[in-house]
């Protein structure tokens, strides 16, 4: 579904500047809640690879500066205050790929770690300016919907390729970025953004997925797959096989 909220301004030059580990923090609250899901301190500390007693202090300085807000025993969800800084964050951070790639040529398995490093210290205006110099593109390389200037976020929520059934067609719309071998190997593959496959047959008890990409047959296994965000087609779009 696709969730749409009021304007957020995203840019507001009158806010203090965060700290990288704060920016850290709560766009990981808003990948793992999806903006608006309670997110356990668990599973935070899980995906910044912290201790779980450091994210609970964390956690709490965050909800008294109001960005959180925190129910012991019951989890996180961001404040319209952390959701708009979550985004800035984002933005940037997806911006920058998109400059890596578009005007400077630099492979996707690569942006997503230079990104990292960028964001933080990258302004608003520069991360304007480099999104107007490639044509203010919607998605980063790997897909994923990049924040407008005023807060819009495009939420849609996608099928795995590994929950695709035998014999659909799907496009792919986003693959997950955190691991550069994999980005190499779909890339090998050309299991990319745009691509359109159809899944021919699934082994049972978690085996291979044959797949025709491109008139090209391969098989891949069921947690690759998982990484594989797509958007199925009607079977007039499907691609012949």
């Known amino acids: 579904m696709k969730g749409k909220r009021p304007h957020l301004s995203i840019t507001d030059s009158s806010e203090e500047p965060l700290t990288g580990a704060v920016e850290d923090y709560l766009k990981a609250i808003y990948a793992l809640g999806r903006g608006s899901v309670s997110v356990a301190t668990n599973d935070i500390a899980q995906r910044l ?103 819009d976020m495009d939420e849609t929520e996608y099928l795995s390729l590994a929950e695709l059934g035998a014999g659909y067609g799907a496009r792919v719309v986003r693959v997950s970025d955190e691991d550069p071998e994999m980005l190499r190997y779909l890339g090998e593959l050309q299991i990319m953004p745009g691509a359109e496959l159809i899944v021919i047959s699934k082994a049972p008890y978690e085996g291979p997925i044959a797949l025709a990409v491109s008139g090209t047959m391969l098989a891949i296994g069921p947690q690759l797959a998982s990484q594989v965000m797509v958007e199925p087609l009607t079977d007039l779009e499907a691609p012949a096989h």
């Open 49 to 151: 690879d912290l201790t779980p007693a450091s994210v609970s202090g964390m956690v709490r300085r965050l909800a008294g500066h109001g960005f959180l807000s925190y129910e012991r025993y019951r989890g996180v969800t961001l404040t319209d205050l952390g959701r708009r800084a979550a985004l800035r964050t984002l933005r940037r951070h997806r911006v920058i790929e998109a400059y890596l790639s578009g005007a400077l040529n630099y492979p996707w398995d690569r942006v997503h770690a230079e990104a990292e490093r960028l964001e933080h210290a990258a302004s608003d205006e520069l991360v304007d300016r480099m999104a107007a110099a490639i044509g203010e593109p919607l998605t980063d390389p790997h897909g994923a919907p990049i924040p407008s200037r005023e807060g």
